[in-house]
């Protein structure tokens, strides 16, 4: 079945980029009516979501309050999708999860462990 | 501030039926399908009811769910202690605010 890896650095410094890789295994992202997503969860708090692609880079959907920092992109000859979120501060900190959505309805499964993301200086 | 409203705890008896609610609007429930996550301590969440009141292959059939309107509900029956966990309805919001929203989570307690 689907199983999906997040990876990436753990801390992060104030003002610069939040770059986060979701490998997916058992299954090619490029088979089609799947949205690759990225969801976040603030310590002790709900679910956010980030936002989502398609394998081929279009369409691509993100959350209208982090817009303007948010890019997520798709390497299908890696079978991965990538998050960047630029301008990070503290509110930031969060635990991030890659998931696969889908484009028939509104579910988000299965998901990723999930990475601890700090923003801190 | 989450989109859509659940309470936050609720709490039954072992061998008990709880049920959780999640009120939104018609520019996410009233027009899309609603979906809801278990999210177990210290681990990510999983899917456990999609399109309003399908179960994932694997999920037990004391989970169930219900839509009316702007308004869900997770029905779970025959509670076990190992159901403590933290439960987020979810669903896309086609408004102002356009993506997938989730409530606010509601945590279960078996007594």
């Known amino acids: 079945q689907v199983q999906l890896q997040e990876s990436g650095p753990g801390l992060v410094k104030p003002s610069q980029t939040l770059s986060l890789t979701c490998i997916v295994s058992g299954g090619s992202i490029s088979s089609g009516g799947y949205y690759w997503s990225w969801i976040r969860q603030h310590p002790g708090k709900g679910l956010e979501w980030i936002g989502y692609i398609y394998y081929s880079g279009s369409p691509s959907y993100y959350n209208p309050s982090l817009k303007s920092r948010v890019t997520i992109s798709a390497d299908t000859s890696k079978n991965q999708f990538s998050l960047k979120l630029s301008s990070v501060t503290a509110a930031d900190t969060a635990v991030y999860y890659c998931?696969?959505?889908?484009?028939?309805?509104?579910?988000?499964?299965?998901w990723g462990q999930g990475i601890l993301v700090t923003v801190s200086s | 501030q989450s989109v859509l409203t659940q309470p936050p705890s609720v709490s039954a008896a072992p061998g008990q039926k709880v049920t959780i609610s999640c009120s939104g609007s018609s520019s996410n429930i009233g027009n899309n399908y609603v979906c809801w996550y278990q999210q177990l301590p210290g681990t990510a969440p999983k899917l456990l009811i999609y399109d309003n009141n399908k179960r994932p292959s694997g999920i037990p059939e004391r989970f169930s769910g219900s839509k009316s309107g702007t308004s869900a509900t997770l029905g779970i029956t025959g509670l076990q202690t190992g159901d403590e966990a933290d439960y987020y309805c979810?669903?896309?919001?086609?408004?102002?605010?356009?993506?997938?929203?989730f409530g606010g989570g509601t945590k279960l307690t078996v007594l």
């Open positions: 998931a696969r959505g889908t484009t028939s309805s509104t579910w988000f499964g299965p």
């Open positions: 979810g669903t896309w919001d086609s408004g102002l605010s356009t993506g997938g929203v």
